[in-house]
Structure formats: structure tokens, C-alpha cells
């Protein structure tokens, strides 16, 4: 079925139907409209789900860290300062293997007080052993978190799945919602490694030896690498399923593109009008969007070593260059642009200057592009 949904209510909607069990909720703008609606699906009982309120994120993340370890299929959602609140739990739910899913409405971290988009609130999981994808627009938004459930619940590590504030949370657009029999045979019930069983009782985030501990970080290390290849197959088995095939990356024209722009999340969707409007100038361009910011591509990337790469970021390290133009050079080497920070708006013909700027050697190391 074809219908009107923003990106947040899109979210709502993949939860619904996974048939998650429990949802744990504190409000924050931009996120907010997600947890609303589910409140109020939950009301009609049209979700067999228990509906936590809690009095803080951390508490939230807790709610949910508790319910998966008891096998129940768990969902909670957050932005900016509410995942820096939580983000202790962050690291207790993916030390202990927690499968569940988190929406996060990307959102500036302040001050000053800022309520738009940029991503470096999501990009703060990034060391943390979660799992972390970006959508471009509701579509996604609703087809990751499905996805993000299976594939959590195949390698045990919780799923992030990023939305850009307002520019896919609050925009309505056409979102094809699949029927929940074709949703219940991707997504069947929930097995998990680790459950709670008082017939089998196990512990969990206790004291352990130093050389346990490092070695359960080991084990963390090499199911995110597995998770590539489970990412894979998810996603080819979600376009066998519904049409709609998922990867690790994008690759929009870069089959015979010189130069290739690497970025993430909703200004994907500018981005590729840019490219088209200089291919038909003649200038073969394309762009490599990362779907999956962890694990992070290094393969997909790497086919593009012998090409003119340029990252735009819309976060920043406090160092050189921005987060993933640090990430993407330690693979190959790129320029990189930092934009779009604290909500800065960035369209299409700004793109066209930016990769134009880049095709002509304009860019030679680090910029920032400052309106």
C-alpha cells in the first residue's frame, strides 16, 4: 500500500510492523512524532507492545537493555542531547549483545540551542559497537528499520538507524508500506543468543577478568565485520521480498565516473541532481552514498582508489577534516568539504558549484563551505 508518511512516522510504522513488544519512550524534538504515533497505535491496540514511559533517555535505553535481554523484540528512538544522555547505556547495551533497534533524528548538540540537522550526534556511536545506518528519505527510514531488526537480532549488536532532522522526519512524502504477511516472513520471531532464563541463569555486565573482558571486546570486533556480509544478505533478500534492494553503499553513476563524492543521509537526494545536471555538462561525476557508516565500507570503498574522491561532511573532528573524510582516508585518499553544520541548508545548486569546484581542482585538501 501507497501512502503519505514523514520519515518519523514511516519509523513508526516499520515497528508496527515487526511486531516489536516493547517501546521505551522520552520525548525530544525531532523525534518525538515517532514515539507519539507509536503511543498511539498502541492505544487502538494495534501493537501487542507494553509502552514504557520513562523520565529520562538513559532510562529509555535501560527499559530497552532489560526487555531484549528478556527476549522481547525492543524499539526506542532519540536525538542529539538525548543520546548524549544515554550514551552510557549505549555502551552497556552493546558490551552485553544486545539485539533492538534505535531511530535516531539527527540534530545538532548545542549551545547554542539548535533543533536542525547535522550528524554529529549519530556519528558519536561510532566507536561504540552499534551498528549504524543513515536513511536518505521515509522509504528508507522504513525499510532500514525492518532490516535493522534482523540484522541486529542475527549478530547481536544493537541497530541505529539515522534520520536528518525535519528534512526526512517531519517531510511528508509517498512511502510504500508492505503487507505485514510478506514483513512476518522476512522477519520472523525473534532468536537471540543471550536471554535471561531463571533456568539458566547467566550474568551480565558483572566484573569479569581483564583478559576476558578484551577478548569479549575481540569477539564484538569480528561480528561487526560479519555483519557486512549479513547486511548483504539482508538486503538482497528485502529486494527479493519487496523490490527495494539494500546494501552496504549506494553507487549512483560512478561506473564510468573520474571523480566520486562520498557522502550520507538525506542530502543524497540533492546530491544526485547535482551530478546529473554536470553529467549533462559533460563532466562524469558520480556519487558513492554510505548507507551503513558502521561497519564501515572499506571494501566498496577501495574500488575507488584509482578515481578523484571528494567527502562532504556534515559533522567535524576536531582535528583536520570531518569525520568521514577522516574515516574515507584512511582507506584512500580524498578531499574533503564540511557543511550543512547546525541545520545550514545545502541544495541542489549548491552542490553544483561545490562538485564543479571539485572537478576543476578547485578543492585541494580541506574546506569549509560557509554561507
Excluded at 1 to 20: D, F, P, Q, W
Excluded at 49 to 71: D, K, T, W
Excluded at 245 to 250: D, F, K, N, Q, R
Aim: charged content about 25%; proline content about 4%; glycine content about 8%.
Amino acid at each position: 500500500m501507497k501512502t503519505i508518511l514523514t520519515g518519523n512516522y514511516a519509523v513508526a510504522e516499520a515497528v508496527k510492523l515487526s511486531r516489536v513488544r516493547v517501546i521505551a519512550a522520552y520525548p525530544i524534538t525531532p523525534q518525538t512524532t515517532i514515539v507519539e504515533m507509536l503511543a498511539e497505535m498502541v492505544e487502538r491496540g494495534e501493537i501487542d507492545a507494553e509502552f514504557v514511559r520513562v523520565e529520562s533517555e538513559h532510562s529509555a535505553l535501560a527499559v530497552v537493555y532489560g526487555s531484549s535481554l528478556a527476549g522481547l523484540r525492543s524499539f526506542t528512538a532519540t536525538s542529539s542531547h538525548g543520546l548524549l544522555y544515554m550514551y552510557e547505556m549505549c555502551w552497556w547495551v552493546s558490551n552485553a549483545r544486545i539485539p533492538l533497534v534505535m531511530a535516531v533524528v539527527t540534530r545538532t548538540i548545542g549551545p547554542p540551542w539548535n533543533i536542525h540537522t547535522d550528524h554529529t550526534d549519530i556519528l558519536t556511536l561510532r566507536d561504540s559497537g552499534w551498528i549504524v545506518a543513515m536513511a536518505e528519505n521515509a522509504q528508507e527510514a522504513l525499510d532500514l528499520t525492518i532490516q535493522g531488526f534482523k540484522i541486529s537480532e542475527c549478530v547481536n549488536l544493537p541497530f541505529a538507524v539515522g534520520l536528518d532532522a525535519f528534512v526526512v522526519s517531519h517531510t511528508a512524502e509517498v512511502v510504500d508500506i508492505p503487507e505485514q504477511d510478506l514483513v512476518d516472513s522476512f522477519l520472523p520471531e525473534r532468536k537471540q543468543a543471550y536471554v535471561i532464563n531463571p533456568e539458566e541463569p547467566i550474568a551480565v555486565g558483572g566484573i569479569a577478568q581483564n583478559e576476558l573482558v578484551m577478548k569479549l571486546r575481540f569477539d564484538m570486533a569480528k561480528d561487526m565485520e560479519r555483519s557486512k556480509e549479513v547486511i548483504r544478505e539482508v538486503g538482497d533478500e528485502f529486494g527479493r521480498t519487496f523490490g527495494r534492494e539494500y546494501g552496504l553503499v549506494e553507487r549512483y553513476m560512478t561506473e564510468d565516473a573520474d571523480f566520486v563524492v562520498v557522502m550520507s543521509g538525506a542530502w543524497c537526494g540533492d546530491a544526485k541532481e547535482a551530478v546529473d545536471v554536470l553529467r549533462e555538462r559533460g563532466i562524469p561525476i558520480g556519487l558513492l552514498k554510505l548507507t551503513y557508516l558502521r561497519p564501515f565500507p572499506k571494501e566498496e570503498l577501495k574500488e575507488f582508489k584509482d578515481r578523484e574522491v571528494l567527502v562532504v561532511d556534515r559533522s567535524f573532528s576536531m582535528g583536520h577534516k570531518g569525520i568521514l573524510g577522516l574515516e574515507v582516508g584512511n582507506v584512500l585518499d580524498c578531499k574533503n568539504v564540511i557543511a550543512g553544520l547546525c541545520g545550514v541548508d545545502m541544495g541542489v545548486k549548491d552542490f553544483v558549484e561545490m562538485f564543479n569546484r571539485f572537478a576543476t581542482g578547485e578543492i585541494r585538501d580541506v574546506e569549509w563551505w560557509l554561507k
